[in-house]
Nanobody
Framework: QLQLVESGGGLVQPGGSLRLSCAAS????????IGWFRQAPGKEREGVAC????????KYPDSVKGRFTISRDNAKNTVYLQMSSLKPEDTAVYYC??????????????????WGQGTQVTVSS
């Protein structure tokens, strides 16, 4: 059974850090790129990080570049999103998703074929 399970969300003060995890099961992460997306209330889901299956290619939007870092541990079948210098506007539900085979890193949601259930991140004092 395919599963992507996010964890690590929570409440953090502005300027703080969080590390999200995305644990994959039912498939081998080595063959797939993974993306992180977020969705705030009343807003569209937006991509915040993507890493290719090989790990040698990453992509970030300007809004998080320099603050968010995606990484992967294929031995643990897990992808991480390290978030630092968090801002209130980073508040959202964060999702990880599996990139379709042979697709380059993009933030087009149609390029992803499987999604986790999401984890809430709230940045507030």
């Amino acid at each position: 059974q395919l599963q992507l399970v996010e964890s690590g969300g929570g409440l953090v003060q502005p300027g703080g850090s969080l590390r999200l995890s995305c644990a994959a099961s039912g498939f081998t992460l080595d063959y797939y790129g993974i993306g992180w997306f977020r969705q705030a209330p009343g807003k569209e889901r937006e991509g915040v990080a993507c890493m290719s299956n090989s790990g040698d290619s990453t992509k970030y939007p300007d809004s998080v570049k320099g603050r968010f870092t995606i990484s992967r541990d294929n031995a643990k079948n897990t992808v991480y999103l390290q978030m630092s210098s968090l801002k209130p506007e980073d508040t959202a539900v964060y999702y990880c998703a599996r990139l379709r085979r042979l697709r380059p890193c993009v933030f087009d949601r149609l390029a992803y074929d499987f999604w986790g259930q999401g984890t809430q991140v709230t940045v507030s004092s």
